[in-house]
C-alpha cells in the first residue's frame, strides 16, 4: 500500500516563536519514508508513537532565489531524508550550518495528535564569527535516525538575543 502525503489521516504541523511572541504556524510534511509506518501505529497515548520521536535540526538550506536575488521559502519535499541543506548542499552557495537538539518535551496532547517540542536557547545555534545564521528548514527525527517531519519556514535569523520555540504536531 502506497500512503501519499495528500493522505487526510496524516498530518503536521510546525510552530515557530521567537522570545515569546505569538507562534507562526507552518504546514509540514511527514516524509514518505516513515509516512506508512506512522499510518500503521497509533501515536496517541496506545500506540505510543510519539516516544520514538527524539530531536529536532534546523538548517541554513530550504530556501530557493527568487527574481532579484530575494530569497524565499522552498516547497518542501516529501522526498528528503534528511536537511536540504546537507542532501543538495550545491544547491546553497558557500558552507551552511545545521544545529541539532534533542527534544525537551514529547507527548500526545490528545488521541493522536503527538507534539515534540525543543527550546533553543539565547546561547545556541549562533555564529560566534560572523553575521548571524539564516534557518530556513526545521526537521524532526526519530530513534532511528530517519527524518519524520520537515518544514520550510520564512527566514529565521538566530543571535544571541534570541530564543526560538519549535513545536511540531502530528496529527494521525
Known sequence: MTVRLDNPFLRAELDVSINGAAATTYFAHVQF???ERWCKQDVGAVGGGHADLVAIKIGEGG???ASGGLKVRREPEPELEDLDCIENPDRYPGSVNTFSKSLSSKTYVADRIAQA????????????????????????????????????????????????????????
Request: hydrophobic share 45%; net charge negative.
Open 33 to 35: 519514508l516513515v509516512c
Open 117 to 172: 517540542e525543543v527550546t533553543i536557547l539565547t546561547s545556541e545555534a549562533n555564529n560566534p564569527a560572523g553575521p548571524a545564521y539564516e534557518y530556513w528548514e526545521v526537521g524532526l527525527f526519530d530513534k532511528a535516525g530517519a527524518l519524520v517531519a520537515y518544514a520550510t519556514i520564512d527566514k529565521l535569523t538566530k543571535t544571541s538575543s534570541e530564543e526560538v520555540e519549535l513545536v511540531f504536531r502530528i496529527y494521525r
Open 63 to 65: 530556501w530557493v532565489e
